[in-house]
T-cell receptor
């Protein structure tokens, strides 16, 4: 079974600064997908960024980028130029490419952006 | 509607009562998922539908939990004889693609917060 670990329960950053959220996972699969989701107080999960394991190039989406280290099974999220609206829970998630459609989530990191 | 709609937003049930949680996915979305999110935890998979077919129910924690999507659109998650450990946020998500939703993103609703007293 796959597991996802987020070792930082809470983090804070000053507005306009850069912050990195950590995620490690365990799987015997060779190909899979990894995701970062944001959950504001409204509870709606919002996709931030996605990485396909067979792609070596790290994904980027505007101010959000990942550092994907497949051998180390590490998938960290970097948020540049942090904004107050980035304050939320962030969840790392794993999905197999074949045989299952479900996402396996970590426990989350609560990020607070301070003015 | 513009997004996935879930109702009610909040539900308080006394232990032993039955509850029904509703999910209206985005029109035309084939795939529909239910997740359970306990306080301070990440969401955990409950069940998955492709149209009206329930293809995976491996995450349902007990036979008190039942989900249906009879016409391939609206889905209902029913919990019988609720217990305190059922207290959680129940999230619904839908996707356009036939299960390969990693090529089309999941859209989540705002969830139903269930409190069992």
């Amino acid at each position: 079974a796959q597991t996802v670990t987020q070792s930082q329960p809470e983090m804070s950053v000053q507005e306009a600064e850069t912050v990195t959220l950590s995620c490690t996972y365990d799987t015997s699969e060779s190909n899979y997908y990894l995701f970062w989701y944001k959950q504001p107080p409204s509870r709606q999960m919002i996709l931030v960024i996605r990485q396909e394991a067979y792609k070596q190039q790290n994904a980027t989406e505007n101010r959000f980028s990942v550092n994907f280290q497949k051998a180390a099974k590490s998938f960290s999220l970097k948020i540049s130029d942090s904004q107050l609206g980035d304050t939320a829970m962030y969840f790392c998630a794993f999905m197999k490419t074949i045989g299952s459609e479900k996402l396996v989530f970590g426990k989350g990191t609560k990020l607070t952006v301070n003015p | 509607g513009a997004g996935v709609s879930q109702s009610p937003r909040y539900k308080v049930a006394k232990r032993g009562q039955d509850v029904a949680l509703r999910c209206d996915p985005i029109s035309g979305h084939v795939s529909l998922f239910w997740y359970q999110q306990a306080l301070g935890q990440g969401p955990e998979f409950l069940t998955y539908f492709q149209n009206e077919a329930q293809l995976d129910k491996s995450g349902l924690p007990s036979d008190r939990f039942f989900a249906e999507r009879p016409e391939g659109s609206v889905s209902t998650l029913k919990i019988q004889r609720t217990q305190q450990e059922d207290s959680a946020v129940y999230l619904c998500a839908s996707s356009m693609d036939r299960g390969r939703y990693y090529n089309s993103p999941l859209h989540f609703g705002n969830g139903t917060r269930l409190t069992v007293t």
